[in-house]
Structure formats: structure tokens, C-alpha cells
């Protein structure tokens, strides 16, 4: 070995060696510098790795939250859909029922219209009879007031004791049958002669 030696510093010159040390030394710092970055780098990677765990278990309480919110958010969904739904129904009843409401209207008014029209031609056939009763009547009261009298005497008791009846203060009292029992009254009086003056 000895003899390697020396035929290897005979090769190799002091300054070589110097250099080979030299480099041999600076490979050595190159190298303890590289397992320091490495060192570094794992450390930092550690650390990376600690961020990640932490940021899947954040993510996934997230998740978890986030699926329960949307849990919560479909039944909710559901619920407001369901209550939509028989919000629906109830107004298409109550349509039908104020569809229905509003046939019966009109019918009940179609029937009142009819109803209406035959009473008022009732009114008009009632107004007609009325009418031609009246003057029937007033054909026939004509000289009915004063029927049987026959003299003066019987004319003025008669005519006071139909004023007392029809007086317009009375309860029977009728104004027009005062103005004809005058009106037969004066023209009896001009028929028997007599002045027309009122008893």
C-alpha cells in the first residue's frame, strides 16, 4: 500500500493534492450545504403537508357542513313545494267554488230578471184593472152618495152625516170622495132649487 502511496505521490504533485483537498473540501460544503436545503425542503414539506392535512379536514368540515345546509335545503325546498302545491289546490278549489258562485249568480239573476219582468207586467195588467176599476167605480159612485134622497131635508142630513164618514181628519177619511160627495152634493142642490150652500 506504501508503495502505492508513493507511486501515487510521485505522479501526483503536492499542488494536485492541495487542489484535489480543495475541491474535496468544497464538495463537502457543496454536500452539507445540499443535506441543509434538504433538511430545509423536508421541513418545509412537512410543514406543507401538516397545511394540507389541515386544509382537507377544514374542507371536509366544510363539506359536511355544506352538505347538511344543502340537506336542510332541499327539505326545505321540498316543504315550500308541498305548501305551493296545496296553496294550489286550496285556490283552484276556491276558483271552482267562485266559478260556481258566479254561475249561481247569474242564473238567480236571470231568474229575478224574469221574475221582475212578470211582475212588472203583473204591475202594468194590476194598474190597467185598477184603473178601469176606478172609473167603474167612480161611474158608479156617481149619484151613490146621495141614492134615495128625495127632498131638501134628506139632501143636507145626508150630506152631513158623509162628511162626518169621509172627513180627511177621520180615520177613513179620504180627500177625493170629500171633493165628490161635494161635487154630487151642489148638483143635487141646483136640482132641487136650492142655493148650493153647504149644510
Keep these: 500500500m506504501k ?6 505521490s510521485a505522479l ?6 492541495q487542489d484535489y483537498k480543495r475541491r474535496l473540501f468544497a464538495e463537502k460544503v457543496m454536500l452539507s450545504s445540499e443535506r441543509a436545503e434538504i433538511a430545509e425542503e423536508r421541513e418545509a414539506l412537512n410543514r406543507e403537508r401538516k397545511a394540507i392535512a389541515r386544509e382537507r379536514r377544514q374542507l371536509e368540515k366544510e363539506t359536511k357542513q355544506l352538505s347538511a345546509k344543502i340537506g336542510s335545503m332541499r327539505e326545505s325546498a321540498e316543504y315550500e313545494r308541498k305548501r305551493l302545491k296545496s296553496e294550489a289546490n286550496l285556490l283552484d278549489g276556491k276558483q271552482k267554488i267562485i266559478e ?17 219582468d212578470a211582475l212588472h207586467r203583473e204591475r202594468e195588467n194590476l194598474k190597467r184593472l185598477t184603473e178601469r176599476s176606478s172609473k167603474e167605480m167612480e161611474e158608479y159612485a156617481t149619484g151613490i152618495f146621495f141614492r134615495g134622497v128625495n127632498n131638501q131635508v134628506a139632501l143636507k142630513k145626508r150630506y152631513k152625516d158623509l162628511m162626518k164618514i169621509y172627513h180627511p181628519d177621520n180615520i177613513a177619511g179620504d180627500h177625493d ?5 161635494r161635487e154630487e152634493y151642489e148638483d143635487l142642490c141646483r136640482r132641487f ?7
Excluded at 508503495?3 to 501515487?8: G, M, W, Y
Excluded at 132649487?193 to 149644510?199: D, H, L, Q, S, V
Aim: net charge neutral; aromatic share 4%; proline share 0%.
Design 193 to 199: 132649487g136650492m142655493n148650493g150652500k153647504r149644510a
Design 100 to 116: 260556481r258562485a258566479y254561475r249561481s249568480l247569474d242564473s238567480d239573476r236571470l231568474r229575478l230578471n224574469m221574475e221582475y
Design 12 to 17: 501526483v504533485s503536492k499542488e494536485d493534492i
Design 177 to 181: 170622495i170629500i171633493i165628490k160627495i
Design 3 to 8: 508503495e502505492n502511496d508513493a507511486e501515487i
